[in-house]
T-cell receptor, first 116, second 111 residues
Framework: DAGVIQSPRHEVTEMGQEVTLRCKPISGHNSLFWYRQTMMRGLELLIY????????DSGMPEDRFSAKMPNASFSTLKIQPSEPRDSAVYFC??????????????FGNGTRLTVT | GQSLEQPSEVTAVEGAIVQINCTYQ??????LSWYQQHDGGAPTFLSY????GLEETGRFSSFLSRSDSYGYLLLQELQMKDSASYFC????????????FGTGTLLAVQP
């Protein structure tokens, strides 16, 4: 079991550029979650998918953020255009159950995004 | 809406016992989870309580009182490697179920 794989580990970009974060969930897990972590706001749920379908995207900050899950083994989180306030660690997590209840979330190692 | 409150920092010595409290307010409560995160690392699952009472897993135990909207994580025989942030998280039910995290408690274990 390779765990949840995220890429890149670090991303430094300039304001206004497009950023794409990638995630490969654990094989067999049918739920995928994107979280953002900052010192000020902690771990925030941005969006989650069940069986590749977005279930709740109410945590997505604004239209600059979009997420897709074209198949069971891949998801992307895109920010366009990026802004300095988007700087954070972005975590992807997967679970074998849609809510993470009794089936814990397995987190990837995160992508540390810095927007200058 | 929902809110979770945890102490921001706790300090203890090796071998001691420490309790990290979590109070919550949420609608459609399903259960309380605890996650550990070392500096620069990913959160990892520790425990889950859906019913009142104590769940024990090795040196770690977690407690839930649904009537008091309160839970805690108990760490025994503290080791230096237990220095990390600990997050409680509530599973909130409703139209779309969500796992919402608290702001975390930074535990510093001193020799």
């Amino acid at each position: 079991d390779a765990g949840v794989i995220q890429s890149p580990r670090h991303e430094v970009t300039e304001m206004g550029q497009e950023v794409t974060l990638r995630c490969k969930p654990i094989s067999g897990h049918n739920s995928l979650f994107w979280y953002r972590q900052t010192m000020m706001r902690g771990l925030e749920l941005l969006i989650y998918f069940n069986n590749n379908v977005p279930i709740d995207d109410s945590g997505m900050p604004e239209d600059r953020f979009s997420a897709k899950m074209p198949n069971a083994s891949f998801s992307t989180l895109k920010i366009q255009p990026s802004e300095p306030r988007d700087s954070a660690v972005y975590f992807c997590a997967s679970s074998s159950r849609p809510t993470g209840v009794r089936s814990p979330l397995h987190f990837g190692n995160g992508t540390r995004l810095t927007v200058t | 809406g929902q809110s979770l409150e945890q102490p921001s920092e706790v300090t203890a010595v090796e071998g001691a016992i420490v309790q990290i409290n979590c109070t919550y307010q949420t609608s459609g409560f399903y259960g309380l989870s605890w996650y550990q995160q070392h500096d620069g690392g990913a959160p990892t699952f520790l425990s889950y309580n859906a019913l009142d009472g104590l769940e024990e897993t090795g040196r770690f135990s977690s407690f839930l009182s649904r009537s008091d909207s309160y839970g805690y994580l108990l760490l025994q025989e503290l080791q230096m490697k237990d220095s990390a942030s600990y997050f409680c998280a509530v599973m909130r039910g409703g139209a779309t179920n969500k796992l919402i995290f608290g702001t975390g408690t930074l535990l510093a274990v001193q020799p």
